[in-house]
């Protein structure tokens, strides 16, 4: 089945702890992403990659880092977390732009919860 | 002039009513209009998309009317179900920054039995 994975779903942790969220897909997708869901604002960005090795910045990347050292797999590292990084996170992935599609496919998401 | 604004931010429907949710733009080398359903607990899916050469698009009961001089879209569900009680949001990209969507803030739709 084609999907997009994340892990863990849910996590509660403090102020500062180091703490990774993994992203995968199977659908040999080209372009990655991570978002944010907050009550009002939509989803917005936090980095996004092109193809392996290739990140970028998206509108909140602010305390967050990401990787991209295989195709398939697209974590994204809080180094150092703090209470308003507390919402939804999402990842997705896509067809490059050579591709036929433009459609995004999200994972199931993860709620932190930074105290 | 990357925004794309959204209304409403919230939408009560009877069953068997019409649900609209509107979108406006102003960048005009967006050529790709995406509408995402999200469903609780879930991740946003794909519902339907346009591009600016076609003024209306319909799939089942989910129609996009794009309006390209006006600069707008919009999401028409007919026959409401209370199913397609989730949040809606638009989307727009262009070529120029490799299809990068550019999303709405969404809207909570509820259809009432």
């Known amino acids: 089945e084609a999907q997009v994975t994340q892990n863990p779903r849910y996590l509660i942790t403090v102020t500062g702890k180091k703490l990774t969220v993994t992203c995968s897909q199977n659908m040999n997708h080209e372009y990655m992403s991570w978002y944010r869901q907050d009550p009002g604002l939509g989803l917005r960005q936090i980095y996004y990659s092109m193809n392996v090795e290739v990140t970028d910045k998206g509108d909140v990347p602010e305390g967050y880092k990401v990787s991209r050292k295989e195709k398939r797999n697209f974590p994204l590292i809080l180094e150092s977390p703090s209470p308003n990084q507390t919402s939804l996170y999402f990842c997705?992935?896509?067809?490059?732009?050579?591709?036929?599609?433009?459609?995004?496919?999200f994972g199931p998401g993860t709620r932190l919860t930074v105290t | 002039q990357q925004q794309v604004k959204q209304s409403p931010q919230s939408l009560i429907v009877q069953k068997g009513g019409i649900s609209i949710i509107n979108c406006a733009y102003e960048?005009?080398?967006?050529?790709?209009f995406p509408w995402y359903q999200q469903f609780p607990g879930k991740g946003p899916a794909l519902l339907i998309a346009i591009r600016p050469d076609v003024s209306e698009k319909k799939e089942g009961r989910f129609t996009i009317s794009f309006n390209k001089s006006a600069k707008q879209f919009s999401l028409h569900i007919m026959d409401s179900q209370p199913g397609d009680s989730a949040t809606y949001f638009c989307?727009?990209?262009?070529?120029?920054?490799?299809?990068?969507?550019?999303w709405g803030a969404g809207t909570k739709l509820i259809i009432k039995p």
């Open positions: 997705a992935s896509r067809q490059g732009l050579a591709g036929v599609s433009y459609e995004q496919y």
């Open positions: 960048n005009t080398a967006f050529d790709y």
């Open positions: 989307a727009a990209s262009a070529m120029d920054s490799n299809y990068q969507l550019i």
